[in-house]
């Protein structure tokens, strides 16, 4: 099975997955005892750990060999765990330099590494796009790629070996769902046959039930509810008490309801118009407000609430109800906020025992309760004695267990399965043995090897916070250490809204230490008593007026553009300043917290009212600022000589470019790099930058 014909040339060998059943009919006798300890340890692993471990590169040769089919060259046919039955036909031809997975494969076990891209470089890596030109080839030397694959294929068939198949991979829209919960279908069937409720009798509601669980033979919930039945003459539902049949007329409704994102879909229409009871909304409501300006969520929500939302509008545009076919003026997908998983490394045993008939009684009993785990660092180096200590470990806990079952051999086999961990359970990667033990039931018989220094280290992925992965950072801790403001900026202060951002607290103290200088604006003296100054501006405020409108400015233009992250920084630069200044003017700090309160309203909100304001912060108008405070007395220009900067000249912003030129012919610094010499020319740019050619 293959989706690239065109790099059949390519072909330096074949894998099969370890299940694949052709696997113990071509294994020659001198391989099976490597390919059936191979097959056992791959049987260990779930699909999705083969899937998504592409660090351990493992594999076995079956001592087969495949034809070429246009050359006649023997393939050898191997077997890796990376190749799934499921997928395809569970056997794939293996093309390294395009492959990235069979690139390493190959790499591994020293395999060949033909190169059919004309121009192209795998030597660091495989050559995964598809534009390249075919060469080494035979008939399809000198094609592109998508001309060499429908060549190839019209060519396999002409041969008889193979044909073309376009195999398309569709996204199940699945409506319904076997749970309570949710809108109800308004639909009765008579015997196989669907049929509407009509319009005049909806909406219908979903019936009581004494229990939400499915029914003992299998159907959803609402199967449990007697009044679940349509009276077809009388138009209403009816009660039909369990195990009797429905009388003349009345008929069973579906049983299946409808998903969350069903009502989600539509339901900023029905805010336009949410008491109207004749339909789900008025024509001169939705012609008034038309779509929403701005939605913004997860990209995860696209295959389900955005798909459906759009449908919908659509739908309901054709059939004339609303004025718009988009759902949304326009739309943001923020970035999710990813954990840090741990990760602990499970090896494989192989048992060879006398009594083979017993195998199955204790040996798979025996293998699963006594897992091996290794440390991160020991991966690649785990030293002979290192094992050889576990296996005389478990020698002695296998006779004792089973001392009428003679041990043959014990052998660990050095492919890893990477098991994510609970992150409470790892500081600094560094496993809680103890507890690692306590946390599963089938861990309590681990074995470890360990660093030299007698820790277990744990890998570690950035990935999507999930239950499954066990690194969901619950933010009670660091509320309860820092604040709620605290966390608010600082998850404000991680990156731009779009962008996944790992969560990690390192610069969490940074934020926590802006808030405490907030807090001393308005306080004085070692027992921090609040004071503000009430007095009028005086000339002496202009270096902080400044500092207060250029935030005012910076904060207003950053929120419009949905710029959330930047904001943190103006406030701490606005904090800094203003203490720098030792400002405690209520003309400043007022207006400073008003625009600070979206982000720390907490601490604003006390603030505020210790100020003496009766109405809360969230009902004061947002600050203007003054461009008078946001010009600049003075530029610093960088000084250059020959395009490279040597100093930094302040000087007025007033001055033409005939000034500057002047003073900073004038200065000493410039006097000591012309060293004598004239300028053959000065460029200035006003309150931009000097430049000399020399």
């Known amino acids: 099975f293959t989706t690239r014909h065109d790099t059949i040339f390519g ?24 390919i059936e300890a191979y097959k056992k340890a791959a049987s260990l692993k779930s699909e999705r750990d083969r899937q998504s471990d592409i660090k351990n590169i493992t594999g076995a040769f079956t001592g087969a060999y495949a034809i070429h089919p246009f050359t006649g060259n023997k393939i050898q046919i191997w077997i890796g765990d990376y190749v799934l039955a499921t997928y395809g036909t569970g ?12 690139w390493d494969f190959a790499k591994h076990f020293g395999i060949e590494i033909k190169n059919i891209f004309k121009d192209k470089d795998i030597s660091a890596a495989a050559y995964t796009e598809k534009d390249a030109i075919i060469t080494d080839s ?3 030397n000198d094609l592109p790629a998508k001309e060499a694959i429908k060549k190839a294929i019209a060519e396999i068939e002409k041969r008889g070996f193979g044909k073309g198949k376009t195999q398309y991979r569709l996204r199940d829209a699945v409506f319904s769902r ?28 979903l019936p009581e039930v004494e229990k939400y669980l499915p029914t003992e033979d299998g159907k959803p919930p609402l199967g449990n509810a007697k009044s679940w039945h349509w009276d077809e003459q009388n138009k209403k539902i009816v009660d039909v008490p369990h195990g009797q049949k429905p009388p003349s007329g009345v008929w069973g409704l579906e049983l299946n309801t409808m998903p969350g994102w069903a009502g989600s879909s539509w339901y900023f229409l029905r805010y ?78 192989d048992i060879s025992i006398v009594e083979d008939e017993k195998l199955d009684i204790f040996l798979l009993d025996f293998i699963k309760k006594h897992p091996i785990f290794v440390s991160s660092k020991q991966l690649d180096n785990s030293s002979h004695s290192n094992f050889q200590t576990i296996i005389n470990k ?40 103890g507890a690692f033990k306590q946390w599963r039931e089938e861990y309590k018989n681990a074995e470890f090897i360990l660093e030299d220094n007698g820790d277990y280290l744990c890998g570690h992925e950035v990935e999507k916070m999930s239950k499954s992965k ?115 003017k209520r003309a400043i700090l ?96 006003p309150n931009k930058i000097i430049n000399f050619v020399v």
């Open 11 to 34: 072909v330096s060998f074949m894998v099969l997955a370890p299940e694949h059943e052709l696997v113990d009919e071509i294994t020659t006798a001198e391989q099976k005892a490597e």
């Open 91 to 102: 056997a794939v031809m293996a093309v390294p330099c395009g492959d990235q997975r069979d």
């Open 138 to 140: 035979d008939f399809l």
């Open 178 to 205: 076997q749970r309570y919960w949710g809108e109800p279908f308004p639909v009765y069937y008579k015997g196989d046959v669907p049929y509407l409720i009509p319009s005049e009798c909806l909406p219908i509601e």
């Open 272 to 349: 336009m118009d949410a008491k109207n009871d004749n339909e789900f909304v008025a024509k001169e409501k939705v012609n008034y407000w038309k779509n929403v300006d701005l939605y913004i969520g997860g990209a995860e929500h696209a295959t389900g609430h955005l798909l459906y939302a759009r449908f919908w509008t659509k739908f309901l545009y054709d059939l004339g109800y609303i004025p718009f076919e988009e759902p949304f003026q326009k739309m943001i997908n923020q970035g999710m906020i990813q954990g840090r998983s741990s990760i602990v490394y499970r090896t494989h045993l």
């Open 394 to 433: 478990l020698r002695d806990k296998f006779n004792n267990i089973h001392p009428e079952i003679e041990i043959k051999d014990i052998k660990i086999y050095q492919n890893f399965t990477p098991i994510h961990v609970d992150i409470s359970l790892v500081e600094n990667d560094k496993l809680d043995i």
């Open 470 to 584: 066990y690194n969901v950072q619950t933010p009670d801790e660091l509320v309860e250490k820092y604040g709620a403001d605290t966390l608010r900026c600082y998850e404000m202060f991680l990156g731009p809204l779009e962008q996944h951002k790992p969560w990690d607290t390192q610069g969490i103290t940074g934020v926590h230490n802006f808030l405490k200088k907030l807090w001393r604006l308005f306080h004085t003296g070692e027992n921090e008593s609040f004071y503000v100054d009430n007095s009028p501006l005086s000339v002496e405020s202009e270096g902080a007026l400044k500092s207060l409108h250029k935030t005012i400015k910076k904060v207003k233009e950053d929120i419009e553009r949905f710029s959330f992250n930047t904001p943190v920084s103006a406030y701490m630069i606005c904090v800094n300043e203003l203490t720098a200044q030792k400002c405690n």
């Open 590 to 685: 007022e207006p400073l917290l008003v625009i600070l309160a979206p982000y720390a309203p907490h601490i604003a909100e006390e603030l505020w009212a210790k100020l003496g304001n009766k109405e809360s912060i969230t009902y004061a108008v947002y600050p203007k600022y003054n461009e008078a405070y946001l010009v600049e007395s003075n530029h610093k220009y960088p000084v250059s000589f020959n395009g490279k900067m040597r100093f930094i000249l302040e000087l007025p912003t007033n001055l033409t470019a005939a000034e500057v030129e002047k003073e900073v012919l004038a200065n000493e610094q410039t006097i000591k790099q012309l060293n004598g010499q004239l300028p053959k020319k000065v460029i200035v740019v």
